[in-house]
C-alpha cells in the first residue's frame, strides 16, 4: 500500500493534520511504555550500594567495589540476578573478622577460625550479592528496590 492509500484508509473521518498529530502522540506513548518496563539488570553501582548497606560502619569503610560477574537465574518460580564482587575494605579500628565476614570488637584473644584485624589495615573481601525480580524492579537484600 502507498501511503495516501494508508491515510486514506486509517483516517476516513479526521482531517489528514489531526491523523498524523494523533498517531505521533499514539506511537510516543506506546515507546514510553515499553522503555518504563526496560529497567535492566542491577549494576555494578546498584550492588555497591548493597554492600555498602550492609558493611558494618563502625569498624570499617569501603575504599573499591568491583563487580567481577553475574548470572541470572530462577529460584522458585523467582527470577534473580546473582553479582559476584571484590571489595577491599579499611578497619577503623582494632576487630576480629570471622569466615563470614561477621565482625566483631577485639576482645583480647581471639577465637578459633576468626582473623586479628588492627586499625588501618586493609582487607579484600570476595562473594555474592543476589537480587530478586518484582513488579517495581530488582529487590536488593538491603529490601531497596533499583
Known sequence: MREAEVRAFVCPILREEECMKRGSRALGLVIASLMAG??????????????????????????R??????????????????????AEVEYLKDCMKDAMHRIVEDPGA????????KKG??????GLLTFGK?????????????
Not at 567495589?65 to 553479582?83: L, W
Not at 581471639?110 to 584485624?117: H, K, N, Y
Open 38 to 63: 526496560c529497567g535492566g539488570k542491577p549494576s555494578e553501582s546498584d550492588a555497591q550500594s548493597v554492600f555498602e548497606d550492609q558493611l558494618p560502619k563502625d569498624f570499617c569503610r569501603l575504599i
Open 110 to 117: 581471639a577465637p578459633i577460625g576468626c582473623t586479628r584485624l
Open 121 to 126: 589495615q586493609r582487607d579484600t573481601w570476595r
Open 65 to 86: 567495589f568491583t563487580k567481577t560477574n553475574a548470572a541470572d537465574s530462577e529460584e522458585a518460580g523467582m527470577e534473580r540476578y546473582t553479582v559476584e564482587y571484590e
Open 134 to 146: 518484582t513488579e517495581r524492579g530488582w529487590k536488593g537484600t538491603n529490601g531497596k528496590i533499583y
